[in-house]
């Protein structure tokens, strides 16, 4: 039950808000270590490679996504800055 406090499915054709899903990713993500360091889950060394595996996945497929996204936007305006400046 506590597991899906903070699910909520959107309706269909509404779309998503790309920065309230990375902030409620985000948001989750902290729960969920957070209740993982207050149980003794952190004493089992399996769960403790699972959850160090899942973060490694999360971190791969999802946060650096983000960043490089981020940083292709950057790059980005700054050349329209400079070659603005260059005119």
């Known amino acids: ?3 899906y406090e903070h699910l909520v499915e959107a309706p269909e054709g509404l779309e998503l ?3 309230e899903v990375m902030y409620a990713l985000c ?3 902290s729960l969920v270590y957070n209740k ?3 149980s003794d889950c ?8 699972g959850v160090v595996r899942i973060d490694s996945k999360v971190k791969h497929y999802l946060i ?5 996204e981020i940083t292709d936007r ?3 305006t700054v050349e329209q800055e400079m ?3 260059r005119m």
């Open 1 to 3: 039950d506590v597991a």
């Open 64 to 68: 650096n996504l983000v960043a490089k």
């Open 17 to 19: 808000d790309y920065f």
């Open 74 to 76: 950057s790059v980005q």
């Open 83 to 85: 070659a603005t400046l």
């Open 27 to 29: 948001e989750t993500l």
């Open 42 to 49: 952190s004493t089992n060394i399996h769960i403790f490679d």
């Open 36 to 38: 993982f360091l207050e």
